[in-house]
């Protein structure tokens, strides 16, 4: 079955950078679309960046936007997030989360869009 295994979380001042990786396994990595969200204690789970299967297309949200960069290593079956300037609001837990289709036109912002996720890698951004 899929896994989807992060890592590089951990604790940071406010400013600094951190990358996170997430690999996977179980199914061709190269043909599907990958996603990274974020869930902070009492708040919903939120989009912050995506990637297509090529990587010739990213997305960002407004909050990650000039600060956040996804890429992928598709002979690594990895995906990373490289977070620079964080901020104190970026606390939170941190998901990758890849689609159950390659079907064309899908909203990788939306979570629902997600059908297999990782465990989640804490990230804590000191001020």
């Known amino acids: 079955q899929v896994q989807l295994v992060e890592s590089g979380g951990g604790l940071v001042q406010a400013g600094g950078s951190l990358r996170l990786s997430c690999a996977a396994s179980g199914r061709t990595f190269s043909r599907y679309a990958m996603g990274w969200f974020r869930q902070a204690p009492g708040k919903e789970r939120e989009f912050v960046a995506a990637i297509s299967w090529s990587s010739l297309t990213t997305y960002y949200a407004d909050s990650a936007k000039g600060r956040f960069t996804i890429s992928r290593d598709n002979a690594k079956n990895t995906v990373y997030l490289q977070m620079n300037s964080l901020k104190a609001e970026d606390t939170a837990v941190y998901y990758c989360?890849?689609?159950?289709?390659?079907?064309?036109?899908?909203?990788?912002?939306?979570?629902?869009?997600?059908?297999?996720w990782g465990q989640g890698t804490q990230v804590t951004v000191s001020s």
């Open positions: 989360a890849t689609p159950g289709t390659t079907t064309p036109g899908q909203r990788l912002g939306v979570p629902d869009e997600y059908t297999y």
